[in-house]
């Protein structure tokens, strides 16, 4: 019943910024963290951004640290991630997540997924 869709991907150039977007819809019963995952090809999805239910506590993989961006806005049921100084690298499919309970940094821990957004970063 609860869907997640991201938006805000596409083109963006090496030294750039892109903000991606996740919309909640459906029913929610409860306090719900959520996080931010990037596949690219070949390999396994990893963690990139983690943010808990209130947005006041978050935590980032060593590679965007300091890059990027988690914030949620939970009376427009939308959760941001702000990609600045974007790298070749960063260029991947990026799907948004939700969990009842605190923030993780476990794609396996997550029951709510995106259907993916592709960011491709050109150099």
């Known amino acids: 019943q609860v869907q997640l869709v991201e938006s805000g991907g596409g083109l963006g150039q090496a030294g750039g910024s892109l903000r991606l977007s996740c919309v909640v819809s459906?029913?929610?019963?409860?306090?719900?963290?959520m996080g931010w995952f990037r596949q690219a090809p070949g390999k396994e999805r990893e963690f990139v951004a983690a943010?808990?239910?209130?947005?006041?506590?978050?935590s980032y993989a060593d590679s965007v640290k300091g890059r990027f961006t988690i914030s949620r806005d939970n009376a427009k049921k939308t959760m941001y991630l702000q990609m600045n100084s974007l790298k070749p690298e960063d260029t991947a499919a990026y799907y948004c997540?939700?969990?009842?309970?605190?923030?993780?940094?476990?794609?396996?821990?997550?029951?709510?997924w995106g259907q993916g957004t592709q960011v491709t970063v050109s150099s």
């Open positions: 997540a939700a969990r009842y309970g605190l923030r993780s940094y476990f794609p396996r821990e997550y029951n709510y």
């Open positions: 459906g029913r929610t019963f409860g306090n719900y963290a």
């Open positions: 943010i808990n239910w209130s947005g006041g506590s978050a």
